[in-house]
C-alpha cells in the first residue's frame, strides 16, 4: 500500500526549513528516504527501522514514529542543493525486499 | 565504484521490437532491482533478484522478461511493447534486503 506525503511541494529561500511527512495505514517495518533531481536517478539519504529512531547527518535528519507509523524528514538550513523529489518508501517486514514509494514531494529552493 | 550502470540511455523500439536493457554492479551486492518511473510519478517496482533468483515479480506482463545471468548483471528482455509502457527504467541494487539502493540513470524507452 502507497504511503501518504505531505506536502506534495513546498518552495523555501536559501536558509529556511521544511518538514516532509510520510505515512502508512499499514504497520511499518522501515522507511527509506530518497531525493531525485529533474533528470537523475533517485539518491538515498536515509533509513529509519520500526523502533522510533531517529538519525541526521549534516543538515538534513529524519524520524520514525512508529506509533503513528509516520516517519519525517527535516531540512534545516535548506540549501540551493537540496531543491528535488523527496520520495519515502516503505518496507513492511524483515527479509522483504519490497520498498513502496509515496508520490513524492517537490522541493525547491530559491535564493 | 559505487556505480550502478546502465545501457542504453535511450532507446526507441517499434512495438514489434526486441530489444533488452542491461544493467551492471561491481559492488558485490546480492540484490538488483527493475523500477517504472513514468514522469512526475514514483519508482514502480517491477522485479527483484536476491542471489541470482527471482525473488520478486510486481505482477509485470509477459512482454517485460527479467534475467540475471550472474551476480553483476541484470537484464529486462522487451518484446511486443505497447506505448504506455514508455517511461524511464531504473535499475538498483543493494548489498541485502531493507539496505540502501544504489540506482542507476536510467533507460528511457519511447515504444512508437
Known amino acids: 500500500q502507497q504511503p501518504v506525503q505531505s506536502p506534495q511541494a513546498v518552495i523555501l529561500r536559501e536558509g529556511e526549513d521544511a518538514v516532509i511527512n510520510c505515512s502508512s495505514s499499514k504497520a511499518l517495518y522501515s522507511v527509506h528516504w530518497y531525493r531525485q533531481k529533474h533528470g537523475e536517478a533517485p539518491v538515498f539519504l536515509m533509513i529509519?527501522?520500526?523502533?522510533?529512531e531517529q538519525k541526521g547527518h549534516d543538515k538534513i535528519s529524519a524520524s520514525f514514529n512508529e506509533k503513528k507509523q509516520q516517519s519525517s524528514l527535516y531540512l534545516t538550513a535548506s540549501q540551493l542543493s537540496y531543491s528535488g523529489t523527496y520520495f519515502c518508501g516503505t518496507g513492511v517486514g524483515a527479509g522483504s525486499y519490497q520498498l513502496t514509494f509515496g508520490k513524492g514531494t517537490k522541493l525547491s529552493v530559491i535564493p | 565504484d559505487t556505480e550502478v550502470t546502465q545501457t542504453p540511455k535511450h532507446l526507441v523500439m517499434g512495438m514489434t521490437n526486441k530489444k533488452s536493457l542491461k544493467c551492471e554492479q561491481h559492488m558485490g551486492h546480492r540484490a538488483m532491482y527493475w523500477y517504472k518511473q513514468k514522469a512526475k510519478k514514483p519508482p514502480e517496482l517491477m522485479f527483484v533478484y536476491s542471489y541470482e533468483k527471482l525473488s520478486i515479480n510486481e505482477s509485470v506482463p509477459s512482454r517485460f522478461s527479467p534475467e540475471c545471468p550472474n551476480s553483476s548483471l541484470l537484464n529486462l528482455h522487451l518484446h511486443a511493447l505497447q506505448p504506455e509502457d514508455s517511461a524511464l527504467y531504473l535499475c538498483?541494487?543493494?548489498?541485502?534486503?531493507?539496505?540502501?539502493?544504489?540506482f542507476g540513470q536510467g533507460t528511457r524507452l519511447t515504444v512508437v
Open positions: 529509519l527501522l520500526k523502533g522510533g
Open positions: 538498483a541494487s543493494s548489498q541485502d534486503w531493507g539496505s540502501k539502493a544504489f
